[in-house]
């Protein structure tokens, strides 16, 4: 059975400050992994994802995650913040290769202060 | 929210009533799924469909029916509405082609509210 770790169900950040979102994830066969992002009143929307090959990915808004085995973690940074920027942010994990079923995280909530 | 639409978008109903959700597509794509979003939990996935009559639960199928007769529409039922089912239910799909990653396009979502 897969599942999904999402570390702090809401992080504040300043505006032009560092973001760091934490997954980790729980998987018996290599995963794919994901970022989804939801703005207020939408639905979900990929961010990056994860297959195989280079372990750090980038993604849409200048979002980038780095798969690391050996942790189980697959963290989502952005290295400047902007307001908006502030949304809610989803982890999810599928089985690699002939898998069609995601599992997602709790979600955490990014605030960026002014 | 291009290519899928979720009906109705709001809606307000009573314990113990019947209560059907629509996701229609118009992008051809193979799988469909049905999720509900709470607060703390995130997405739990309640059915999912892998073809036109193939479908399977989820991790809370409980109370809740689908079906799917075309590729384009795949339905959520509620036989008997609760108030543990008071939610926003997501509708996605995707097109899995081969190795590739399983990418969900979501629906703008129905939040739905029993009293």
């Known amino acids: 059975a897969q599942s999904v770790t999402q570390l702090g169900s809401h992080v504040s950040v300043s505006e032009g ?4 979102l934490r997954c980790n994830y729980s ?5 794919y992994l994901f970022w989804y992002v939801q703005y207020p009143n939408q639905g979900l929307q990929l961010l990056l994802k994860y297959t195989t090959g280079a372990t750090l990915v980038k993604g849409i808004n200048g979002f980038e995650a780095e798969f690391k085995k050996s942790e189980t973690s697959f963290h989502l940074t952005k290295p ?3 307001m908006s920027d502030a949304a809610e942010y989803f982890c999810a994990v599928s089985e690699g290769q002939g898998g069609f079923k995601t599992i997602f995280g ?4 990014l605030f960026v202060k002014a | 929210d291009a290519g899928i639409t979720q009906s109705p978008r709001h809606k307000v109903t009573e314990t113990g009533t019947p209560v059907t959700l629509r996701c229609h597509q118009t992008e051809n794509h193979r799988y469909m ?6 607060p703390g939990h995130g997405l739990r996935l309640i059915h999912y469909s892998y073809g036109v009559k193939d479908t399977d639960k989820g991790e809370v199928s ?3 029916s689908v079906s799917r007769s075309k590729t384009e529409d795949f339905l959520l039922t509620l036989e008997s509405a609760t108030s543990s089912q008071t939610s926003v239910y997501f509708c996605a ?11 969900l396009t979501f629906g703008a979502g129905s939040r739905l509210t029993v009293l």
């Open chain 1, 17 to 20: 400050a560092l973001v760091l």
């Open chain 1, 27 to 31: 998987s018996s066969v290599p995963p």
């Open chain 1, 80 to 82: 400047s913040a902007h």
């Open chain 1, 106 to 109: 709790a979600g955490t909530r």
């Open chain 2, 33 to 38: 799924y049905w999720y509900r979003q709470d």
């Open chain 2, 62 to 64: 409980d109370g809740y």
């Open chain 2, 93 to 103: 799909i995707s097109e899995k082609a081969g190795t590739g990653a399983n990418v």
